[in-house]
């Protein structure tokens, strides 16, 4: 009866997790079958890796022959002092990251018009600290992974926007 009512309770609870809705993300459906990225930088780098594992869509190095081409148009790092001591140093900085970009279509027209994402983090500053460049790189990095994430979720959420 025991062994029954084991069995039982962890069927109930597998059934539970499966009943929760969760599953994992999958591939994104992109509404372009190519893509050029117009850019070597490492977030270019970082886009097409993206693309090609996360997606059916080909990315190609040729503009010409793809279906959609994404414009990086300009990116940027920024660091702002957010807060001072009292002696007048800095103790806290915020790094900002922004990226303006467009899909646009071969044909004419656009997928995402001109847009801009623009990402912060704070980080606190230490004079005796001699990490504080490596931690400033990692977040620029994340921030980077961040935009990727985003820019892919825009993308698949796109459509063809025709101009007559």
């Known amino acids: ?16 997790l499966t009943a929760c809705g969760f599953h994992l993300r999958g591939q994104q459906k992109l509404p372009f079958e190519s893509l050029a ?6 977030l270019a780098i970082e886009i097409k890796r993206a693309v090609t594992s996360g ?3 080909r990315v190609q ?3 010409p022959g793809a279906e959609a081409v994404l414009h990086i148009l300009r990116e940027a790092r920024e660091k702002v002092i ?6 007048g140093r800095v103790r806290e900085y915020q790094l900002r990251y922004l990226v303006n970009f467009r899909v646009s279509r071969t044909q004419g027209g656009d997928y ?8 912060t983090r704070d980080m606190t500053y230490n004079e005796q600290v001699l990490s504080k460049e490596q931690e400033e790189d990692l977040l620029y990095r994340e921030m980077r992974t961040d935009f990727v994430q985003q820019l892919m979720r825009r993308m ?6 025709l101009v007559n």
């Open 82 to 87: 957010l807060s001072l001591s009292s002696e």
């Open 1 to 16: 009866m025991k062994r029954i009512l084991r069995s039982f309770v962890a069927l109930l609870l597998v059934g539970s």
């Open 61 to 63: 190095d040729e503009t």
């Open 156 to 161: 698949a959420a796109s459509k063809p926007i």
């Open 112 to 119: 995402l018009p001109t847009n801009s994402i623009v990402l």
């Open 37 to 42: 990225v117009a850019s070597t930088t490492p």
């Open 55 to 57: 997606t059916e869509t």
